[in-house]
């Protein structure tokens, strides 16, 4: 019987597939009332982003037209994610859990060719699960957990020279982006508890709400006139939105004497690959 549940559990997830960032876990509460759970987490996972449409005001010192509208659009694409930090989970009840994370997060993407490393900065979220039907002992019940990150990134650009109204000018470029992420999960589905292993899956609801900034600033010289000092700027920006929003997750959480149990999982889609793992300690 438990094997023929684990099957189905199995099939039910597959059956369709989609990206999502963070550890979902069990979607079930899995902390007794009154008790704590604190656990280490690791994931790893890459997607595209929709394309953005940038818009904004462009600023110069050596014409007139200061603050001209500017609007172009950019690729997002192989938004790489890395994560790992710390969580602590609440019993509420017997069906119901509270928890907070945080921690760090490598992130890197390509924007129209062009590589953007963010490095690592602080991700924090907080998040709730609760039981909605037991049968057996197979648990339905509904996850959600919303993440938050700023980072930034600034490089070097082109540099070159070129001719404005019979003026020679030499010119160097450098690049600030900056994206404010919000990422919110809503999951729900099936977790089969033997008592020593959990096997999980379900389906969920991805979105990513954000922006994304980018500063263009070109320092301007002229060959022969050394006390000359111009510039060329932009601020544009735009909002991330992921390119899918339904789909769903696979994973199993081992139980140990002396409550501990470490869990792993993996998120799929066409274009997209995820995947976590983790400890935790309940007392």
């Known amino acids: 019987m438990t094997v023929n549940k684990l099957t189905l559990c199995i099939i039910f997830t597959l059956s369709a597939s989609v990206y999502a960032t963070g550890f979902i876990g069990p979607p079930m509460t899995g902390v007794e009332a009154g008790k704590w759970d604190f656990s280490i987490e690791y994931g790893s996972s890459s997607e595209d982003l929709d394309s953005l449409a940038l818009s904004g005001l462009k600023y110069n010192s050596i014409s007139e037209g200061d603050g001209t509208a500017k609007s172009f659009t950019t690729t997002f694409t ?68 919303c993440d938050l990150m700023n980072a930034d990134y600034s490089r070097d650009g082109d540099s070159g020279s070129f001719v404005r109204d019979s003026t020679t000018y030499n010119y160097s470029d450098s690049f600030t982006h900056e994206i404010d992420f919000y990422d919110l ?64 997750f696979l994973g199993i959480q081992l139980l140990f004497v002396g409550e501990t149990n470490v869990k792993a999982e993996v998120q799929v889609s066409p274009d997209s690959f995820g995947f976590a793992l983790g400890g935790g300690y309940a007392f």
Not at 81 to 109: F, I, N, P, R
Not at 207 to 225: H, M, S, V
């Open 78 to 145: 192989g938004f790489d994610v890395t994560q790992y930090g710390v969580a602590a989970s609440y019993g509420l009840s017997k069906d119901w859990q509270v928890s907070v994370k945080a921690g760090m997060a490598s992130a890197e993407a390509d924007s129209n060719g062009v590589s953007l490393d963010f490095g690592n900065n602080i991700v924090y979220g907080i998040g709730t699960k609760f039981n909605y039907y037991e049968v057996d002992d197979t648990i339905w019940g509904v996850s959600i957990q």
């Open 185 to 248: 999960i809503v999951a729900i589905g099936p977790t089969l508890d033997t008592g020593g292993i959990r096997a999980y899956g379900g389906l969920y609801f991805h979105a990513i709400t954000g922006d994304f900034d980018e500063t263009k600033y070109r320092a301007l010289t002229q060959p022969g006139n050394p006390g000359y000092s111009g510039y060329e700027r932009y601020e544009v920006s735009g909002d991330l939105e992921v390119s899918s929003n339904v789909g769903a």
